[in-house]
């Protein structure tokens, strides 16, 4: 597997790790791929997030992508598991340009975008 497949892998597991953390049910993942972008998806039908969590975790993922750093971040994305998921998405924040959260009726669905 190439490192740009490796790096998208890693971004989809720290979400999935943080959804069955939540108890999700029901989770699924898209990936569209372009010439200009990868959009990832991940949405559970069912898991309860409080404002805190989901605060956070639009809080992380806004900060901007640092191609300057991201090829050591990335290398980190299997390694930090042992502290809470919501912290490592700091790793992801470095390796995405835009992301999208909608949260109602304990539906979770994220669109993460990365650019080539």
């Known amino acids: 597997m190439n490192k740009e497949k490796q790096?998208?892998?890693g971004i989809i597991?720290?979400?999935l790790i943080l959804l069955l953390e939540k108890k999700a049910t029901d989770i699924s993942i898209k990936i569209a791929e372009?010439?200009?972008?990868?959009?990832?998806e991940i949405s559970s039908e069912e898991v309860f997030l409080d404002k805190d969590t989901i605060h956070d975790i639009k809080k992380i993922l806004s900060m901007e992508r640092t191609l300057e750093i991201e090829s050591?971040?990335?290398?980190?994305i299997g390694s930090?598991?042992?502290i809470c998921s919501i912290y490592?998405?700091?790793?992801v924040a470095n390796?995405?340009?835009?992301?999208?959260?909608y949260y109602s009726d304990n539906k979770f669905k994220i669109v993460l975008c990365r650019k080539k």
């Open 7 to 9: 790096k998208i892998n």
């Open 13 to 15: 597991c720290k979400f």
């Open 34 to 40: 372009s010439q200009l972008e990868t959009k990832i």
């Open 72 to 76: 050591l971040y990335w290398g980190l």
């Open 80 to 82: 930090v598991d042992n």
């Open 88 to 91: 490592n998405l700091h790793i």
């Open 95 to 101: 390796m995405i340009d835009d992301v999208e959260t």
